[in-house]
T-cell receptor
Framework: GAGVSQSPSNKVTEKGKDVELRCDPI?????LYWYRQSLGQGLEFLIY????????KSGLPSDRFSAERTGGSVSTLTIQRTQQEDSAVYLC????????????FGQGTRLTVV | SQQGEEDPQALSIQEGENATMNCSYK?????LQWYRQNSGRGLVHLIL?????REKHSGRLRVTLDTSKKSSSLLITASRAADTASYFC????????????FGKGITLSVRP
């Protein structure tokens, strides 16, 4: 596809379960971001992958959150033992190596923990 | 705290009027960008202004940057009902591999 693709679009999970959110960046984009947005709030930075550099994990809120990017392309954000406060829209974005901070966003995954 | 802070938090105007939104930030930046978000999902990049630029135009959008005041403004001229959305400023700090940091956003409502 032409844009950043995220799946699933919506996810409802029970408290305590693990979830995996997937992001397919635009082909050729070496930078990939994950953000979290709670209802009516701004974007909270979670993690940033840039090429072969070590990822910037400084925004991950707890050790229940982890992310990986395999082969420099697809990324998976994993939340273990989900809590109700994890409910939010999780947004992924990618960018070109020549314009690392001009980000193209996916439509997000709306996570609801019940 | 977040690098970018927008104001006002909410703005309601009549169609045809101009909308001005402001963003302030705290530390030296490499560039500043404005994004638009409809219906709480994906953001769309609107315009980027570099730290050595003072003003930039794109269609009905005009962005200014004042690095001495660490502030930027986004002006939408001749607003339309379709401009109703949330608008975010995002900053990229100087240095390699710098991530984008977003403000909390401004909700713009354009009344038809």
């Amino acid at each position: 596809g032409a844009g950043v693709s995220q799946s699933p679009s919506n996810k409802v999970t029970e408290k305590g379960k693990d979830v995996e959110l997937r992001c397919d960046p635009i082909s050729g984009h070496t930078a990939l971001y994950w953000y979290r947005q709670s209802l009516g709030q701004g974007l909270e930075f979670l993690i940033y992958f840039q090429g072969n550099s070590a990822p910037d994990k400084s925004g991950l809120p707890s050790d229940r959150f982890s992310a990986e990017r395999t082969g420099g392309s697809v990324s998976t954000l994993t939340i273990q033992r989900t809590q109700q406060e994890d409910s939010a829209v999780y947004l992924c974005a990618s960018s070109l190596p020549s314009r690392p901070t001009e980000a193209f966003f996916g439509q997000g995954t709306r996570l609801t923990v019940v | 705290s977040q690098q970018g802070e927008e104001d006002p938090q909410a703005l309601s105007i009549q169609e045809g009027e101009n909308a001005t939104m402001n963003c302030s930030y705290k530390t030296s930046i490499n560039n500043l960008q404005w994004y638009r978000q409809n219906s709480g999902r994906g953001l769309v990049h609107l315009i980027l202004i570099r730290s050595n630029e003072r003003e930039k135009h794109s269609g009905r959008l005009r962005v200014t940057l004042d690095t001495s005041k660490k502030s930027s403004s986004l002006l939408i001229t001749a607003s339309r009902a379709a401009d109703t959305a949330s608008y975010f400023c995002a900053t990229s700090l100087t240095g390699a591999n710098s991530k984008l940091t977003f403000g909390k956003g401004i909700t713009l409502s354009v009344r038809p």
